[in-house]
């Protein structure tokens, strides 16, 4: 009996040491099934902050996507004359207008049916009113030339723009739009203002022909300098106020000029004519 107790018993333990192992190994192979599963859950909950991170980036992006629509590198530059087809030549009179010089340039002008560009001071503007609507309604240009003709390159380009924006805003109330041409006083101008100007879309026109008739230069003298110098497309450099002589030999080489490079085949255009810009700015 004793011995059969002991034998049923050792039977027992028996199948619980075969038992074991096999429940260990079940224990084991659902507890790795239990770990994947935390991670795989895990790994859901990592990436769903990312996805939802993800629509956020263009938005952080969008102005730097926009950046180089707004800066464009500009197209435009000093001009010193145009092109050569057609053989054109503009006529310009700067520092007007005044009410003796100006007047005696704009009959002549009428007489033979040429449009000239006139870059006008802001102070001789607000002093002459009805001779910038003279020069705008007998069809000519209208350029700025500063407010009251300093050297731009000795003054800041604050103080340069200002210049401009009084000048412009003095044409506009006379006749009733902003010109789109400058002309710095000499011809003067920095890097920094040059760039500032053509920021406000506006283009900077000089010569190719200096007459140097504010020097009271004999009439003789400015015909040899244009027959010289001037070439198809050319730009010619004249005053219509102050100088030597209330310009009197000004006007006297503008009746031999008009004949002598119609002579020669010349057409006269304004400068928007002669290189195709226009001449009113946007408001
Ligand atoms: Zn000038």
């Known amino acids: 009996m004793r011995m059969n107790r002991m034998n049923r018993m050792n039977r027992r333990q028996l199948r619980m040491v075969r038992i074991v192992p096999f429940l260990f190994?079940?224990?084991?192979?659902?507890?790795?099934?239990?770990?994947?599963?935390?991670?795989?859950?895990?790994?859901?909950?990592?990436?769903?902050?990312?996805?939802?991170?993800?629509?956020?980036?263009?938005?952080?992006e969008e102005p730097v996507v926009n950046k180089p629509a707004v800066i464009q590198p500009s197209p435009k530059k000093i001009f010193y004359d145009g092109p050569s087809?057609?053989?054109?030549?503009?006529?310009?009179?700067?520092d007007g207008p005044d009410s003796i010089a100006t007047p005696k340039i704009l009959d002549i002008l009428k007489k033979n049916n040429i449009k000239a560009t006139f870059f006008i001071i802001g102070t001789q503007a607000k002093a002459h009113p009805d001779m910038v609507r003279r020069i705008e309604k007998e069809g000519h240009a209208i350029g700025n030339h500063s407010w009251s003709h300093p050297h731009?390159?000795?003054?800041?380009?604050?103080?340069?723009?200002?210049?401009?924006?009084d000048a412009q805003e003095e044409l506009k109330s006379i006749v009733g739009y902003y010109p789109s041409i400058v002309r710095p006083p000499y011809g003067a101008l920095s890097k920094e203002e040059e760039k500032a100007i053509h920021g406000k879309g506006m283009d900077i026109i000089?010569?190719?022909?200096?007459?140097?008739?504010?020097?009271?230069?004999?009439?003789?003298?400015?015909?040899?300098?244009?027959h010289k110098e001037l070439y198809p497309g050319g730009i010619i450099l004249q005053h219509c106020s102050g100088g030597k002589d209330h310009?009197?030999?000004t006007i006297e080489a503008l009746k031999q000029l008009i004949p002598d490079l119609t002579n020669?085949?010349?057409?006269?255009?304004?400068?928007?004519?002669?290189l195709n810009l226009p001449d009113k700015l946007p408001d």
């Open 152 to 165: 731009f390159d000795k003054i800041p380009t604050e103080e340069a723009l200002k210049q401009i924006d």
């Open 85 to 94: 087809e057609g053989k054109k030549v503009a006529l310009t009179f700067d």
């Open 206 to 226: 000089d010569w190719s022909v200096d007459t140097t008739d504010w020097s009271g230069a004999p009439t003789d003298e400015i015909m040899t300098l244009i």
């Open 247 to 249: 310009l009197s030999n």
């Open 25 to 60: 190994l079940i224990f084991i192979i659902s507890g790795t099934i239990v770990a994947f599963g935390d991670n795989f859950s895990g790994k859901e909950e990592k990436m769903a902050p990312i996805a939802a991170a993800q629509p956020e980036k263009p938005r952080q």
């Open 264 to 274: 020669q085949g010349y057409t006269f255009v304004t400068v928007p004519e002669l």
